[in-house]
């Protein structure tokens, strides 16, 4: 049994490879899996079978038949879900540390997506059998809100406010250095890092739009606590960003120090206010977050440290 993901082309990514596009957009599909499904005519370009070097087009419909092998481990799991608000068209969920939002290689169970399908019967099918109802994503290791969608008429008005740059996400996040500035904006492109094709970094060919807005909330000498305002969505992309700036997040091993002296395992982030228009009524909703008990402990720590060198 197969089920086809459809993926239109936009113009930022008009002559790009398909094997390497699919392999970039899906994160479960490795290039050389990918590979194999257009050789199996599993992926196709505008109803047609082509090979993976064909260089993409604006507005190409990409379908993906993906063997449901594998999609049909996705259960639904009872496992406890911070639901900060909810109706029968959207629900936003407060995602813990250590939480892969869906399923993917590595991670078939105890996902948001699978605690999601425990939780509600009915959720929008846009992103996918292995992605229902979700509308966007945050990493593993950062923590805080998220929109989920519930039918597809919501997951489709949430999607186009998140094109549009109408939703507002704001996001809590400690960094290495003191940071000089009191605000500023970081517009640098971002794409995949030619050097470590797992990585994303600033690159100047290929990159998409990227825009962090950043305002700093407190300084402790070696660190500095910021509030980060997302203009686009790209993947990794404050994580990326900061370290462009040369002040990598506290915690993260891909982009920043390997080790922390607070035992952080992961990076110091948070997902603290989602804003956006209600699909159905029109108004505007706005939910906030605390941090997590273990990254207030290291803001606490930090504020008596700072207050004793201060007497």
Not at 165 to 175: E, F, G, M, P
Not at 239 to 257: F, Q
């Amino acid at each position: 049994m197969q089920t086809t993901n459809t993926i239109f082309v936009e113009e930022e990514d008009a002559g790009m490879r398909l094997d390497k596009f699919v392999a970039e957009h899906i994160e479960a599909f490795s290039r050389t899996y990918v590979q194999k499904l257009i050789a199996n005519g599993l992926i196709m370009v505008n109803g047609t079978s082509v090979t993976p070097r064909y260089l993409l087009q604006k507005h190409d419909q990409i379908d993906i038949l993906s063997i449901e092998a594998v999609e049909a481990d996705i259960a639904a799991e009872q496992i406890d879900l911070d639901i900060v608000y909810q109706d029968d068209n959207v629900i936003v969920v407060n995602k813990p540390r250590g939480m892969v939002v869906h399923p993917a290689a590595g991670h078939s169970s105890g996902t948001l997506v699978n605690a999601l399908m425990g939780y509600s019967p009915e959720l929008s099918t846009i992103s996918g059998v292995l992605r229902p109802g979700i509308v966007h994503r945050i990493d593993k290791d950062t923590s805080g809100l998220l929109m989920i969608a519930r039918n597809d008429a919501a997951h489709k008005s949430l999607a186009a406010q998140l094109k549009a740059k109408t939703t507002k996400r704001v996001y809590i996040a400690l960094v290495d250095g003191n940071v000089v500035h009191d605000k500023g904006m970081i517009d640098a492109p971002i794409g995949r890092d030619p050097r470590d094709r797992k990585k994303m970094a600033v690159v100047d060919t290929n990159g998409k739009d990227a825009i962090t807005h950043f305002r700093v909330l407190h300084r402790f000498g070696k660190y500095t606590l910021i509030e980060c305002q997302l203009e686009t969505g790209r993947t990794h992309q404050i994580r990326v960003h900061l370290k462009y700036i040369g002040h990598p997040l506290v915690g993260d091993y891909v982009y920043g120090k390997s080790k922390n002296e607070f035992g952080l395992e992961g990076q110091f982030l948070h997902a603290a206010v989602i804003g956006f228009i209600h699909p159905i009524t029109g108004d505007y909703m706005e939910f906030s977050s605390p941090l997590p008990e273990a990254l207030q402990i290291i803001i606490d720590k930090l504020e008596f440290s700072l207050g004793e060198s201060m007497k």
